[in-house]
C-alpha cells in the first residue's frame, strides 16, 4: 500500500504529476532553496522511491518504519542530528507519512 500512496501523491515512474501534492512539495521546496530541489531531500527521496516502486522496501511502510531497514537508518540519522527527535517535514517524516497516505510536507 506505501508504494501506491506514494503514487497517488503524484511522485511517479514517469515524474511528478501535474497540479498533484509532488508539484506543490516540489515547488515550495525549489523556492526555500531559491531554486533547487537537493538530492535527499523529501521530494527527490520521494520521487526516487516513486519512479522505482521502491518505498515499501525501502522500510518505509503503511504500518510504520521497519526496524533494521534503510528508513530506520535514516530515522536514526536525522534523530541524531537534531538532538534526539525527527522534526515535522524532514526527510524521513515526510516520506513515512505519505507512505501511509498522509499529506506528507504540507504545514
Not at 2 to 23: C, E, K, P, R, Y
Request: aromatic share 2%; proline share 2%.
Amino acid at each position: 500500500m506505501s508504494d501506491q500512496n506514494v503514487h497517488n501523491a503524484g511522485f511517479t515512474s514517469s515524474g511528478i504529476a501535474g497540479g498533484s501534492l509532488a508539484s506543490s512539495m516540489m515547488s515550495r521546496e525549489a523556492i526555500a532553496s531559491k531554486g533547487g530541489v537537493h538530492s535527499g531531500g523529501p521530494t527527490a527521496t520521494l520521487q526516487k522511491m516513486g519512479a522505482t516502486g521502491s518505498t515499501h522496501s525501502s522500510g518505509f511502510t503503511s504500518s510504520g518504519i521497519s526496524r533494521g531497514s534503510q528508513a530506520s537508518q535514516m530515522m536514526s540519522q536525522e534523530a541524531k542530528a537534531h538532538g534526539g527527535g525527527t522534526p515535522r517535514g524532514s526527510t524521513t517524516s515526510t516520506v513515512q507519512s505519505i507512505s501511509m497516505g498522509g499529506k506528507g510536507g504540507r504545514h
